[in-house]
């Protein structure tokens, strides 16, 4: 079974640039979280889709930021327009189920460089 | 404010030699503990996790962590070093069991 898968890798753009970033979760999670880790920081919460709803979106830095999850599939996250704080690693997770310390799989993460 | 705490954001240890991590958290409820590791070009990987069962825990590849409420610590172990060891490790807790909250992580090198 394929684990979450986040694409790109790897992105570099310059300041002002729009950037989106895909996560395709485990097959049959309805749970979905993004994460981001700035450098030299700790890794931080950002939002939680339950299918395709909104659970929680507290983390989110501000509204450059749109993540999205048609259909309760995979998610995207948009970076628009993207400033040079935003650099990071951005790690999608997801779990079948919440509550009870349920473990959540983590992609490789997108590492995101805005120039 | 709750929050998680790891002593040490690098550690050196001989092949061989025993690998302690340092994990702390901040608060009187005790919360659901996770030890994540993610290895070069890698995502992030759960190695154990408590969930109020044991409160010595036993998890992939060698590694253990025991839970203890007196100290709110939650310390990852593991005897004996290997070369493959070498990674990042990150203590993470959640309170409301959804959102994880990460410590800073701990880069781990192994000496031959």
């Known amino acids: 079974e394929a684990g979450v898968t986040q694409f790109p890798s790897h992105s570099v753009i310059e300041k002002g640039q729009t950037v989106t970033l895909r996560c395709d979760p485990i097959?049959?999670?309805?749970?979905l979280y993004w994460y981001r880790r700035v450098m030299g920081k700790e890794i931080k919460f950002l939002l939680h889709?339950?299918?395709?709803?909104?659970?929680?979106e507290s983390g989110m830095p501000n509204n450059r930021f749109l993540a999205e999850r048609t259909g309760g599939t995979y998610s995207t996250l948009k970076v628009q327009p993207a400033e040079l704080e935003d650099s990071g690693v951005y790690f999608c997770?997801?779990?079948?189920?919440?509550?009870?310390?349920?473990?959540?799989?983590f992609g490789q993460g997108t590492r995101l460089t805005v120039v | 404010a709750q929050s998680v705490t790891q002593l040490g954001s690098h550690v050196s240890v001989s092949e061989g030699a025993l690998v302690l991590l340092r994990c702390n958290y901040s608060?009187?409820?005790?919360?659901?503990l996770f030890w994540y590791v993610q290895y070069p070009n890698q995502g992030l990987q759960l190695l154990l996790k408590?969930?109020?069962?044991?409160?010595l825990v036993k998890g992939i590849n060698g590694f253990e962590a025991e839970f203890k409420k007196s100290e709110t610590s939650f310390h990852l172990t593991k005897p004996s070093a290997h070369m493959s060891d070498a990674a990042e490790y990150f203590c993470?807790?959640?309170?409301?069991?959804?959102?994880?909250?990460f410590g800073a992580g701990t880069t781990v090198t192994v000496r031959a």
């Open positions: 608060s009187s409820v005790p919360p659901y």
């Open positions: 408590y969930t109020s069962a044991a409160t």
């Open positions: 889709f339950v299918k395709e709803s909104k659970q929680d």
């Open positions: 997770a997801s779990s079948q189920q919440r509550g009870g310390g349920t473990e959540a799989f």
């Open positions: 097959s049959g999670h309805d749970n």
């Open positions: 993470a807790v959640t309170w409301n069991d959804y959102k994880l909250s």
